[in-house]
């Protein structure tokens, strides 16, 4: 290819990028462009506005958790956070309920961030981590060290099992390259195998040793301690942090892979990429509070619907998730039950509720 074929090539591709960046003409379509320096960071302000607005609904959710019962009133609970309550209320906001209510949020937003990167990856509203599979393998892989290894390695065996999971779909929808029907099938296929694995562990493990290990399989965050806290943030900041200029890179294979790499961009090892920080993102939100449903499908399609954006929306999903994942916590600590509901049961039924929701709205169509 001659040179000034190769210079054409790489102005039609630009020109197609561009496209893809602005499409539409209404506000929520509009990018405004910000230099720092030497970086240069576009923002298009509805998904910005919508990304702020459910970080304060995920908080306010948050803070109706911190005095659900009037236990303790608001006024030692802001004294309790900024260390000037007294001891009482210091055990109960710190060392009860504070981690419940901070690992909620951060799983919420590590599920919503995996599942708006797996559904631009597989180019199918269905591909999120817990209906593909890999959340059941990240399960699978937690629940061998939490029976026969030490507890303290399950954020590893999470991110094992979920990464040989993602292989293994991937080799047998390997010519879907990541994309199709081909992924979601064979991603259920493999789901349904482990699942029945992991129902094996549970028979051959000790009685209590199984209890808890049941309860954390249907996504609990009863058990979660204050020392979890500062690894899981940081965890999910890393992973978003690189993340998010894959982000780019992604949307544009929407172009096709060949038009793609005339912008220079490497597709096989941008999904490769991408796969491995969304292994790692459901990793994080299994070994801390087990393979909850449904909040990696809902929340990157709601997002999109309340930014009316294009392309992955990253952080509005991560956004939307942590308010769907605190909302569900706070509904179920305060339902009038025998015990506190596992939040997985809640998110399970709000699942429910969404694709019956979505199956009556395709119909009307």
Known sequence: MSAVTRARTRTRTED???????????????????????????????????TLLLTLLAAGSGALALTRDGLVPPSEVLGALFGAGSEQAAFVVLELRLPRVALGLVVGAALGAAGALFQQLSRNPLGSPDIVG??????????????????????????????????????????????????????????????????????????????????????????????????????????????????????????????????????????????????????????????????????PQLARRLSRGTGTGLLPAAAMGALLLSASDLVAITLPTAGALPVGVVTGALGGVYLAWLLGRRQRR
């Not at 499409?23 to 509009?30: C, F």
């Open 134 to 299: 890999f959340n059941s393998g990240a399960a699978t892989g937690a629940l061998l060290v939490l029976l026969h290894g030490d507890p303290a390695y399950v954020a590893a065996g999470a991110a094992g099992g979920g990464l040989v999971t993602a292989v293994i779909v991937q080799l047998l929808a390997r010519r879907g390259s990541f994309r199709g029907n081909r992924l979601i099938l064979a991603g259920i296929a493999v789901g349904s195998l482990l699942t029945s694995v992991n129902s094996y562990l549970l028979t051959r493990a000790a009685l209590d040793h199984a209890q808890s290990a049941q309860l954390w399989l249907i996504g609990s965050l009863g058990s979660t301690e204050r020392h979890q806290i500062l690894p899981a943030t940081l965890a999910l900041t890393a992973l978003l942090l690189l993340a998010l200029p894959l982000v780019r890179r992604l949307d544009l294979l929407e172009m096709g892979d060949e038009a793609a790499g005339g912008l220079g961009i490497d597709a096989g090892r941008t999904r490769v990429l991408v796969l491995l920080v969304a292994v790692g993102l459901s990793a994080v939100a299994v070994s801390v509070a087990g393979p909850i449903v449904f909040v990696a499908l809902c929340a």
């Open 16 to 50: 197609s990028a561009r496209s893809v960046s602005v499409r539409g003409r209404g506000p929520a379509h509009r990018t405004l462009r910000l230099t720092l320096g030497g970086l240069s960071l576009r923002i298009r302000p509805c998904p910005l506005a919508v």
